[in-house]
């Protein structure tokens, strides 16, 4: 299993007045939504001290930063029953509990087949420390 942290959200596509009215902003710039949302996750990793400025700096010339948003999933006004699909995708849980063990002795947090057998193995969701 290869560790891929991410996030899914419901972002609207304007704001909500203090009325509860909602004010459609067509013409915002999405496009800045993947820098804003890299340098929140620098900020983060920074105060943290996970990172450097150094290395953030790097980090910031890759062609490939591996941050991304995708706004390819759109919902009409009104269309209920497909918020309601994907509220129920991004709520659900990335791995299934059934199928997780711990294995004291490693300090590993595994997942794989409920009964792992011959052709089956356990792949680490954690690493140990």
């Not at 560790?3 to 013409?27: A, I, K, M, R, Y």
């Not at 804003?36 to 910031?60: C, P, Y």
């Not at 999933?73 to 918020?83: F, K, L, P, S």
Request: aromatic residues 6%; glycine residues 6%.
């Amino acid at each position: 299993m290869n560790f891929n942290p991410h996030v899914h959200s419901v972002v609207p596509e304007g704001v909500f007045l203090q009325t509860g009215e909602f004010v459609g902003l067509p013409d915002a710039p999405m496009h800045r939504a993947e820098e804003l949302w890299r340098e929140r996750v620098f900020a983060l990793l920074l105060d943290e001290h996970k990172i450097d400025e150094a290395t953030a700096g790097s980090m910031r010339t890759w062609p490939h930063s591996g941050f991304s948003v995708d706004f390819s999933v759109r919902i009409e006004a009104h269309d209920q029953a497909a918020m309601s699909r994907l509220v129920g995708y991004i709520s659900h849980c990335p791995i299934s509990l059934a199928r997780m063990i711990t294995r004291p002795l490693r300090a590993r947090l595994c997942t794989g087949p409920r009964m792992p057998g011959a052709g089956h193995s356990l792949s680490p969701v954690n690493r140990p420390l």
